[in-house]
């Protein structure tokens, strides 16, 4: 079956079960879907959320990695069916575990991502996540970030998976020179692929507010991850 397991681990933030009507053509395809909950949300508490923050984040990474596993362990899926999707701090998870166990994985969507762990501070609101990451102004901090900093990991001739990079061009939170630097990079690198940038104009980190164009970027995340994932649309 085509799995999509989605993930987020940052921030104490909580990912509870929740109604999606986007779901259903992905659903209505045969698909599957997985929410992982991961250390550095706040589903169990604030222990919980500093086990996947600053020198723990690497936790986050082994967390999601192990719900992949699952997912094909227990025959739910296979690596050439299953797709993973996340966004800001959640496209730093993707990004991370796609340099970390690119065999894993046949797809990634990865929006509106962190990436150069390295830089971020210095760049759009990244100085007021520093309690979050870390700074790689500080050497400790620095030992950290760059052992699992994605754009600092993509390794030439690696099969990566295909991946949609999406970004907006007004995203004064996350800046989007994180998804460009990471395409351009993954495209110089991968023997897989392909590699896409999508870029959603005139829109800020949560996407433009139209309606039209949430339409827009679902039916470009479906048509991808369809592509991939060997899947047909619903009649």
């Known amino acids: ?18 109604f999606s009507a986007r779901l259903y053509p992905w659903l209505e395809a045969g698909g599957g879907y997985a ?5 550095g949300g706040g589903e169990y508490g604030e222990d919980w959320h500093k086990a996947g923050a600053l020198g723990n984040k690497q936790n986050v990474f082994d967390d999601f990695i192990a719900a992949g596993e699952y997912l094909v362990k227990e025959g739910w899926t296979k690596p050439e069916r299953l797709a993973i999707q996340g966004g800001s701090n959640g496209g730093l998870l993707v990004g991370a575990v796609l340099t970390q166990r690119p065999d894993l994985f046949k797809a990634v969507i990865c929006e509106v991502p962190l990436l150069d762990m390295v830089r971020y501070h210095r760049f759009g609101s990244g100085r007021t996540w520093v309690s979050e990451y870390g700074s790689a102004d500080k050497k400790e901090d620095f030992g950290w970030l760059y052992a699992y900093s994605p754009y600092h990991h993509v390794t030439a001739g690696t099969d990566y998976p295909a991946v949609l990079m999406s970004s907006a061009d007004s995203d004064d939170r996350v800046d989007p020179l994180h998804a460009r630097k990471m395409t351009a990079a993954l495209q110089a690198a991968t023997t897989g692929g392909p590699v896409l940038l999508r870029v959603e104009e005139n829109a800020g980190h949560g996407g433009a507010d139209l309606v039209s164009s949430a339409v827009a970027k679902a039916v470009d995340y479906y048509a991808f991850l369809f592509d991939h994932l060997g899947m047909r649309p619903p009649a």
Request: glycine share 18%; net charge neutral.
């Open 35 to 39: 929410v992982a909950n991961l250390r």
């Open 1 to 18: 079956m085509p799995f999509l397991l989605y993930g987020y681990g940052g921030f104490g933030v909580s990912v509870e079960p929740s």
